[in-house]
C-alpha cells in the first residue's frame, strides 16, 4: 500500500467535493492510503505540493482544482502557472496527475468535476498511479 496525497485548492467546493471523490475512489481501489490537505487556490498547489513532498511521507499526489475564466487576464495566469509549476515538479520525479479544471464555465466544469461523466478528478488519480507504477519499475 502506497501513501497519497490530494492536495486541493478549494475555490469551488461544490466543484471540489466532486473531483475528490473521484480521485479517492480511484486510490482507495487500487488499495492505497489517501490523505487531503487543502490551499486556497490553484496557484498554491505547486508549492503546496513542493512543500508535502520534501516530507518523504507521500508516494504520490493528485492536484485538485477548478479555474473558471473571468473578466481578466488572471485566469491565463492561474491556469497556466499552476499547471507549469506542476509539470515542473513532475519533470523532478514527483508523481503528479492533474485534475485542475481550466475552464469558461460551470457548466462546462460540472460535466468534467463529476465522477459519473468525465470524472476529470479520477483520471488525475490515473496519471499519479501511473507515475508512481513507472517509479517503482525504474528504482527495482
Ligand atoms: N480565480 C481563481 C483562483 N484565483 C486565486 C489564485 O489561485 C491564488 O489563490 C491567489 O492569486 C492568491 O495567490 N484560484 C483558483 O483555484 N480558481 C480560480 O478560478
Ligand atoms: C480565473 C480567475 O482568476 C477568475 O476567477 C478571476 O475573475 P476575474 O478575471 O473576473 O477577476
Same mark, same amino acid.
Given at each position: 500500500m502506497a501513501n497519497f496525497l490530494i492536495v486541493e485548492a478549494r475555490f469551488y467546493d461544490?466543484? !471540489?467535493?466532486?473531483?475528490?471523490?473521484?480521485?479517492r475512489t480511484v486510490l482507495e481501489d487500487a488499495g492505497h492510503s489517501v490523505e487531503v490537505l487543502t490551499v486556497p487556490g490553484a496557484l498554491e498547489l505547486p508549492g503546496a505540493i513542493a512543500l508535502a513532498a520534501e516530507t518523504?511521507?507521500?508516494?504520490?499526489?493528485?492536484?485538485?482544482?477548478v479555474v473558471i475564466r473571468g473578466e481578466t487576464y488572471h485566469f491565463e495566469i492561474v491556469?497556466?502557472?499552476?499547471?507549469r509549476g506542476i509539470m #515542473?515538479?513532475?519533470?523532478?520525479?514527483? #508523481?503528479?496527475?492533474?485534475?485542475?479544471?481550466?475552464?469558461? !464555465?460551470?457548466?462546462?466544469?460540472?460535466?468534467? #468535476?463529476d465522477p459519473a461523466q468525465k470524472d476529470k478528478g479520477g483520471e488525475a488519480a490515473k496519471a499519479a498511479l501511473a507515475l508512481f507504477d513507472?517509479?517503482?519499475k525504474f528504482a527495482g
Open positions: 461544490d466543484f !471540489n467535493d466532486m473531483l475528490v471523490a473521484g480521485a518523504g511521507r507521500y508516494d504520490g499526489f493528485v492536484a485538485i482544482g491556469a497556466g502557472e499552476s499547471a #515542473a515538479l513532475t519533470m523532478d520525479g514527483i #508523481a503528479i496527475g492533474n485534475g485542475i479544471l481550466t475552464t469558461e !464555465n460551470r457548466e462546462q466544469t460540472l460535466v468534467r #468535476a513507472l517509479q517503482q
